[in-house]
């Protein structure tokens, strides 16, 4: 490879499996050129879809060509040909032709050499791509401070780099008509604009997945905040809850009652995607009212299996996050994140769940072992029982790099990339999206050491502004203001 190509190469988030330069010349994209789409789908199906897209990325009209075929490539995955004199797509699927867009998009270069562009040119590269893991989520937090046109933003940059699910946990933002109590009432948003941004991520590719914590964290509020999204607002709904108001009161049959109906309801909104994220972390001060204390673990099984066979019987699974099924006294999870106590009982209930819940295992840190990389025992440990894991890195780089090479080596589920409330600021997202994009779609992937790839980050930032039809200077870019740009707490 002439050493100049990795400028071509680079550009492109998450980087494909395998990329060639082919030539130094450019194919030029203009109304008119030549694109050929050979896949399963039948003409009817894609020519409005790529049709929009080109207007949307390049303003442009091809001149489409659809063959049958691209049964050998594998799902999402994609092979694209640019020549001087076409630009050849192959995919077995929607979402590989779709992939293979977004590359293309961040491969061209604006017209050279003149003041205003008139077109775009693509550089000649052979690219035959496809995902690593089968599930790349990012699990995105919707607070009160966070915008509409923010969380749309953070949906479209997943999709643009071709993660597959969104997890979107609503803190106290998605306003429901079975409880519209439970909301923040002066920020809340209505099922309209939810629905909406579930449509906007189909149609780029990526599936939403609703959250709602049945357990932990029931403040919908981060417990450095103080704050309680219901007791604050309705301090008369307190028998819901533990004395302490942070966990749900699992033995109260209004509290079950009370949360069956804002997950179905959520579930709907969501046109009922395949997986619902229950939550479960952090569960502090749990069984401690008079009501919980006795046989808690029973309770705490029997809450769960009841909302197992909810979402079973709407063909959906549960994912919930692991920590409070490991004990943090045992000495196999040393310097690892779990969050049970022995005292509790909880360490046996991993045996009574199902094998079909999704188990998150958030590792936050990066535990060398003697220069080696972390051994990440929770996760072998939930696999070796028989669930899917998801590995779930947040800002620790190398730790994202490192899950991401496990989760292609041991074969786990996947992977959801946490970002919670470090969404905003370039050099934050260069890990929360440009690396955790690439661990999931391409773990071996080596970064070159000359290419600053937050400046990418920043272009393909502009481009969803442009999407989006963003016109105020907040709106632009990865902050809101230059200065003092994350006014969240740490
Ligand atoms: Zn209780």
């Known amino acids: 490879m002439n050493s100049k190509d990795k400028f071509v190469t680079s550009r492109v988030i998450p980087a494909p499996s395998r990329i060639e330069c082919t030539s130094g010349g450019m194919f ?179 599936t939403l997945i609703p959250q709602l914590n049945l357990f932990g964290h029931a403040t919908s509020s981060r417990c450095g905040a103080g704050k309680h999204m219901l007791l604050n607002q309705h301090p008369e709904y307190a028998p819901l809850f533990e004395p302490d108001g942070w966990t749900w009161c699992i033995a109260n049959p209004c509290a079950r009652k009370y949360l069956s109906e804002l997950a179905t309801e959520l579930h709907d909104l969501f046109d009922r995607p395949a997986y619902f994220h229950i939550g479960c972390d ?88 003697d220069g080696k990389e972390p051994d990440w025992p929770t996760s072998h440990f939930f696999q070796q029982e028989g669930f899917d894991v998801l590995v779930c890195p947040w800002l620790e780089r190398r730790g994202v790099n490192s899950l991401g090479r496990l989760a292609k080596q041991a074969k786990f589920f996947g992977m959801l990339e946490t970002t919670w409330h470090w969404y905003r600021a370039s050099h934050r997202m260069e890990t929360l999206f440009v690396f955790s994009a690439n661990a999931a779609w391409h773990p071996d992937w080596v970064p070159e050491n000359d290419v600053v790839y937050r400046e990418y980050l920043n272009r393909h930032l502009r481009e969803i502004d442009l999407d989006m039809g963003s016109k105020k200077y907040i709106q632009f870019g990865s902050v809101q203001y230059q200065i003092n740009p994350t006014p969240y707490q740490d």
């Open 282 to 369: 952090e569960a502090y001060n749990a069984g401690s009212c008079s009501l919980c204390r006795e046989n808690y673990p029973e309770k705490l099984k029997s809450h769960l299996l009841y909302f197992h066979s909810l979402f079973a019987e709407r063909g959906a699974r549960v994912m919930m996050w692991h920590d409070m099924l490991l004990n943090r006294d045992d000495p196999r999870w040393n310097g690892y994140i779990v969050c049970g106590h022995s005292e509790n009982g909880l360490g046996e209930l991993y045996k009574e769940l199902p094998k079909d819940v999704v188990i998150c295992d958030w590792q936050y840190g990066y535990q060398e072992k």
């Open 28 to 206: 030029k994209l203009a109304d008119g050129c030549p694109i050929t789409v050979i896949s399963p789908l039948a003409e009817t199906t894609l020519s409005a879809i790529l049709q929009d897209t080109c207007n949307a990325y390049w303003k442009v009209k091809p001149s489409f060509s659809f063959q049958s075929g691209g049964d050998g490539v594998v799902e999402d995955g994609y092979w694209l040909k640019v020549t001087a004199e076409n630009c050849e797509i192959v995919a077995s699927d929607l979402n590989g032709i779709r992939n293979a867009f977004k590359t293309m998009r961040q491969l061209a270069e604006s017209e050279r050499g003149v003041l205003k562009s008139t077109c775009w040119l693509l550089p000649h590269v052979a690219v035959e791509d496809e995902p690593a893991l089968a599930f790349r989520g990012i699990h995105l937090c919707w607070f009160p401070e966070t915008t509409i046109w923010e969380i749309e933003k953070n949906i479209r940059m997943a999709a643009y780099y071709k993660f597959n699910y969104a997890v979107i946990e609503s803190w106290g933002m998605i306003r429901l008509d079975s409880h519209p109590e439970y909301c923040w009432d002066e920020f809340a948003v209505d099922k309209a604009e939810v629905s909406r941004l579930v449509k906007l991520a189909a149609s780029l590719g990526l």
